[in-house]
């Protein structure tokens, strides 16, 4: 099924994510691969302590946040608005008025 993502969806996905525990911000994009539309989010953890509470500290594990984080969108978003790919961050690229500089993501 292909989707044409609208501002709002990629809004409501963005919020539903920043709701989870421990996640500072958080960037989402439309990504067009393979004949695919799909979702893929950007995250930056509040502390890396909290990233570790949640999924351990060794990137093996960063498959359990990802699993997680699905999960908990589960419940407040529909199907095929849950993102496809996770990507963990430090901090953002951002502009010098602060606004994160989404096409370097």
């Known amino acids: 099924m292909q989707h044409k993502w609208e501002k709002s969806v ?57 699993r997680a984080i699905r999960e908990f969108l589960a419940g407040r978003l529909a199907d095929y608005e849950i993102p496809r790919e996770f990507v963990f961050l430090k901090e953002f690229p951002k502009t010098e008025s602060g606004k994160i500089r989404k096409k370097e993501l």
């Open 10 to 66: 990629i809004l409501r996905v963005e919020e539903a994510v920043r709701t989870f525990p421990g996640v500072a911000e958080t960037a989402v994009k439309a990504v067009h691969e393979h004949g695919r539309d799909y979702l893929k989010v950007w995250i930056v953890w509040e502390k890396e302590a909290e990233r570790e509470e949640i999924a351990g500290s060794d990137s093996e594990k960063s498959g359990c946040t990802n």
